[in-house]
């Protein structure tokens, strides 16, 4: 198969891209998208600036130490006023899949399984891929069970210390800066620490289950209506999937 991969060189999208490069033969083609330039409300020059410096160090990692794959920055040609990142993205990929690829795989986990306090963005996500009319969106790593947790306990250790995981992220004085309070930042610190004592991942993994309210913990509780004045300023979402 011929596999387009959206890839930020954070955990999740590291761990599938190592998956595949590793365990499968298929074509693959990780794809960022560089948004800095895109003319919405959202500022995402930062965050991006430091996103594409980790991404490349964890490409150059796959280079030298496995198969042979694509690696491909895309600026996106239209980014609507106030939109987040996946959206455009979506619209993105769905002008790629013409290439021939069979199918576009995110690295969403099964800690993404609960709608974003009942957004039903993944519908909306799965609206603008469909644009293209080709091939399918799939999420291998929720189809495979497998977790953060499930990342930290199989990576090569080297492969490890170049990801980062974090919703602040900063350059200060060329070092790329985690901010070590944001929920990412807490929870890679906690799996570390846990997989380091010993503890079994799946202990783990059914911890962390259980806090975020996934899997077998997951509430059949509707969850509260996030309003378009709760997301990022500016941030627009069509009603239909509120």
Same mark, same amino acid.
Request: contains cysteine.
């Given at each position: 198969?011929?596999?387009?991969?959206?890839?930020?060189?954070?955990?999740?999208?590291?761990?599938?891209?190592?998956?595949?490069?590793?365990?499968?033969?298929?074509?693959?083609?990780?794809?960022?998208?560089?948004?800095?330039?895109?003319?919405?409300?959202?500022?995402?020059?930062?965050?991006?600036?430091?996103?594409?410096?980790?991404?490349?160090?964890?490409?150059?990692?796959?280079?030298?130490?496995?198969?042979?794959?694509?690696?491909?920055?895309?600026?996106?040609?239209?980014?609507?006023?106030?939109?987040?990142?996946?959206?455009?993205?979506?619209?993105?990929?769905?002008?790629?899949?013409?290439?021939?690829?069979?199918?576009?795989?995110?690295?969403?986990?099964?800690?993404?399984?609960?709608?974003?306090?009942?957004?039903?963005?993944?519908?909306?996500?799965?609206?603008l891929f469909a644009e293209g009319g080709v091939g399918e969106m799939r999420h291998p790593l929720q189809e495979w069970n497998k977790s953060r947790p499930h990342a930290?306990?199989?990576?090569?250790?080297?492969?490890?210390?170049?990801?980062?995981?974090? &919703?602040?992220?900063? #350059?200060? =004085? +060329?070092?790329?800066?985690?901010? $070590?309070?944001?929920?990412?930042? %807490?929870? /890679?610190?906690?799996?570390?620490?846990?997989?380091?004592?010993?503890? &079994?991942?799946?202990? #783990?993994? =059914? +911890?962390?289950?259980?806090?975020? $309210?996934?899997?077998?913990?997951? %509430?059949? /509780?509707?969850?509260?209506?996030?309003?378009?004045?709760?997301?990022?300023?500016?941030?627009? #979402?069509?009603?239909?999937?509120?």
């Amino acid at each position: 198969m011929k596999i387009l991969l959206g890839f930020t060189g954070g955990v999740d999208s590291t761990y599938l891209l190592h998956k595949l490069l590793t365990e499968t033969t298929d074509e693959v083609t990780a794809l960022f998208m560089d948004c800095r330039s895109c003319e919405t409300e959202l500022d995402f020059t930062q965050v991006q600036h430091a996103e594409i410096l980790v991404s490349q160090r964890v490409i150059d990692w796959f280079k030298t130490n496995a198969r042979p794959f694509e690696y491909r920055i895309v600026v996106p040609a239209e980014a609507k006023t106030g939109e987040w990142m996946t959206p455009t993205l979506m619209r993105t990929v769905a002008t790629i899949m013409p290439e021939g690829f069979d199918a576009f795989y995110t690295g969403r986990t099964i800690e993404n399984t609960r709608e974003h306090l009942g957004a039903k963005t993944a519908g909306w996500y799965q609206e603008l891929f469909a644009e293209g009319g080709v091939g399918e969106m799939r999420h291998p790593l929720q189809e495979w069970n497998k977790s953060r947790p499930h990342a930290y306990a199989e990576l090569p250790a080297d492969l490890i210390s170049l990801m980062v995981s974090c &919703n602040d992220l900063k #350059i200060i =004085d +060329d070092a790329i800066v985690e901010c $070590g309070k944001c929920a990412k930042c %807490t929870m /890679a610190a906690e799996i570390k620490t846990r997989l380091a004592a010993g503890e &079994n991942v799946e202990t #783990i993994v =059914d +911890d962390q289950n259980r806090k975020r $309210g996934v899997g077998k913990y997951a %509430t059949l /509780a509707p969850q509260p209506r996030y309003g378009i004045k709760s997301f990022p300023k500016g941030y627009i #979402i069509p009603e239909k999937w509120m």
